[in-house]
C-alpha cells in the first residue's frame, strides 16, 4: 500500500546553517507533493509544494527537491532560525486519487539551537 | 482570521459520552477534509466532502463515528459511545476545489477520553 516516510526522527542544527529534512515515498503514480511545518498545539501549516512534471521549486528560503527515480523528496531550509524549530511532515497525492486527499509521513523534528 | 476553525479546542470526556466537534472552513474552500492525529504520528485521514456531499470514508472511521456537513459550509463530527483509544488530535482541513490544491488546516481538537 502507500506510505510516506522520513529517514531521520530527529534533525539538530545550528542557527543559521542550512536543514535538508528528506522524506521518501512508495507510490509512484504520485502527482503531487507538500511539505508541512506543525509547532506544538497547532496544525500543520503549509510550506511549499510541488507537482511531479518539477524537479525543483523554491519559495522564500525554502526549497523543495524531487527525485521521481528513487522516490525521494527533501525540503531544504536556508539560514536555518529558531522559529524553524518545528515538526515537519511531508505527504502526497496518489495519482489515482481525485478527492484530494493527502497521506502524510511520520515527521522530523527540526531542533534549532542558538 | 480568515483560516480554518475548529471548536472546542479541547475537549475531556469520560468513556462512553457522545461528543462532537465542529469545523469552519475558509469560505470559498468547497472541499472539506477530516484527519486525526495521535502524538508523534502524522495525520490519518479520516473522511472527506465535496459541498455537501461526503465521498470518501477511510476504514479507520468505524460506526460510532459520523460527519455531517449539511450545507456545504461548515462541518460536525460526532463520536459516539467514546473509548480511550479516540484520544487524539482532530483536525480540519479545506481546499479549493481545482486539482492538486494544498489543504489549509485548523489548530485541532484534542479529545482525551479517560
Known amino acids: 500500500g502507500e506510505s510516506v516516510g522520513l529517514h531521520l526522527p530527529t534533525l539538530s542544527v545550528q542557527e543559521g546553517d542550512n536543514s535538508i529534512i528528506n522524506c521518501a515515498y512508495s507510490n509512484s503514480a504520485s502527482d503531487y507533493f507538500i511539505w508541512y511545518k506543525q509547532e506544538s498545539g497547532k496544525g500543520p501549516q503549509f510550506i511549499i509544494d510541488i507537482r511531479s512534471n518539477m524537479d525543483k521549486r523554491q519559495g522564500q528560503r525554502v526549497t523543495v527537491l524531487l527525485n521521481k527515480t528513487v522516490k525521494h523528496l527533501s525540503l531544504q531550509i536556508a539560514a536555518t532560525q529558531p522559529g524553524d524549530s518545528a515538526v515537519y511532515f511531508c505527504?502526497?497525492?496518489?495519482?489515482?486519487?481525485?478527492?484530494?486527499?493527502?497521506?502524510f509521513g511520520q515527521g522530523t523534528t527540526l531542533q534549532v539551537k542558538p | 482570521d480568515t483560516g480554518v476553525s475548529q471548536d472546542p479546542r479541547h475537549k475531556i470526556t469520560k468513556r462512553g459520552q457522545n461528543v462532537t466537534f465542529r469545523c469552519d472552513p475558509i469560505s470559498e474552500h468547497n472541499r472539506l477534509y477530516w484527519y486525526r492525529q495521535t502524538l508523534g504520528q502524522g495525520p490519518e485521514f479520516l473522511t472527506y466532502?465535496?459541498?455537501?456531499?461526503?465521498?470518501?470514508k477511510s476504514r479507520l472511521l468505524s460506526d460510532r463515528f459520523s460527519a455531517e456537513r449539511p450545507k456545504g459550509s461548515f462541518s460536525t463530527l460526532e463520536i459516539q459511545r467514546t473509548e480511550q483509544g479516540d484520544s487524539a488530535m482532530y483536525l480540519c482541513a479545506s481546499s479549493h476545489g481545482q486539482l492538486n490544491s494544498p489543504l489549509h488546516f485548523g489548530n485541532g481538537t484534542r479529545l482525551t477520553v479517560t
Open positions: 466532502f465535496q459541498n455537501e456531499a461526503q465521498l470518501e
Open positions: 505527504a502526497e497525492k496518489g495519482g489515482s486519487s481525485n478527492t484530494g486527499k493527502l497521506i
